[in-house]
């Protein structure tokens, strides 16, 4: 369907009087916008995916390296402090 919507733009921009050089750069120029526009438009809706995974890669390395381990045996022994002390 959209095809058609290219034909009959291409065919009135030359009923209009405009060359075919002029069609062709009208063409290609609208194709580039659409393109990057998509891109746009897929980067956006892509984005919170993208944060997620480098929230989960900075936290997986955090907690992986030898400095890491020594974080998260401080975590859970802060949690469990809390969990005696009842911090409800």
């Known amino acids: 369907m959209e095809?058609?919507?290219v034909i009959g733009f291409f065919l009135m921009l030359l009923f209009t009087g405009v060359s075919l050089l002029g069609v062709i750069a009208a063409?290609?120029?609208a194709t580039a916008l659409m393109?990057?526009?998509g891109l746009l438009?897929?980067?956006i809706k892509v984005l919170?995916?993208?944060v997620l995974a480098?929230?989960?890669v900075w936290l997986y390395r955090a907690f992986t390296t030898?400095?890491?381990e020594a974080k998260l045996r401080r975590l859970k022994r802060?949690?469990?402090d809390l969990d005696r002390r009842d911090w409800r």
């Open 66 to 68: 030898p400095s890491g």
């Open 48 to 50: 919170p995916w993208l």
């Open 27 to 29: 063409m290609v120029v």
């Open 54 to 56: 480098v929230v989960a």
């Open 3 to 5: 095809i058609l919507f």
């Open 41 to 43: 438009a897929i980067v």
């Open 35 to 37: 393109f990057f526009g």
């Open 78 to 80: 802060k949690i469990s």
